[in-house]
């Protein structure tokens, strides 16, 4: 029977919340059950395993990921519209390091859709690229060149690799800039 109060919503934001605060790695359903002053038992009326807790955690990560970055899109075009999809992708990565960890875990085929995931973010991707004219298989190829120098950039940073004097929000608009000319001037029919 499940516990009062408790449900799978629940359950996912604390796992998320205690993700963020002592690393996705140290999510566990007796972390998550001490925190709502139960025994893991109780839990388990609402997900399966810890792997199911864990793929849940990435799921409304990745959601809560493609709100704001929908949001910041809103409007934008061009240069701008890039702009603002980094400056959203680093603020949520950087304020939010163990939802952004969980979006890294690899699930099995059909498994994202099973657990309600949309594609919200590959589609505001995708849309922002066709912006720059491109096509596939530029589209993808930019895509995970985007996804490669965003992901890259937050993960130093976040780990203080960062040690120049020039500080890394200094460098951030650079790093964009030098994307948006990359875009602007992706080979035709690449």
Do not use: N
């Amino acid at each position: 029977m499940a516990r009062a109060g408790l449900t799978v919503e629940r359950v996912v934001e604390a796992a998320a919340d205690l993700a963020d605060e002592a690393g996705f790695d140290r999510v566990t359903v007796s972390a998550v059950a001490r925190g709502f002053g139960v025994k893991d038992a109780s839990l388990y009326s609402h997900i399966r395993s810890l792997q199911d807790l864990r793929e849940r955690v990435a799921v409304r990560s990745a959601g809560e990921l493609a709100d704001r970055v929908g949001a910041a899109l809103m409007g934008c075009s061009g240069r701008d519209a890039l702009m603002a999809f980094a400056d959203a992708y680093r603020t949520f990565a950087l304020a939010h390091p163990g939802r952004y960890q969980a979006q890294q875990l690899a699930m099995a085929p059909g498994r994202w859709a099973e657990l309600g995931g949309d594609l919200r973010g590959i589609e505001a991707t995708y849309a922002l690229l066709r912006g720059y004219g491109l096509t596939e298989p530029a589209v993808t190829d930019a895509a995970r060149l985007l996804r490669s120098a965003f992901h890259g950039f937050v993960l130093v940073e976040s780990h203080g690799g960062f040690l120049a004097a020039r500080s890394p929000a200094q460098s951030w608009p650079e790093v964009v800039d030098a994307l948006h000319r990359a875009l602007s001037t992706w080979p035709a029919g690449a």
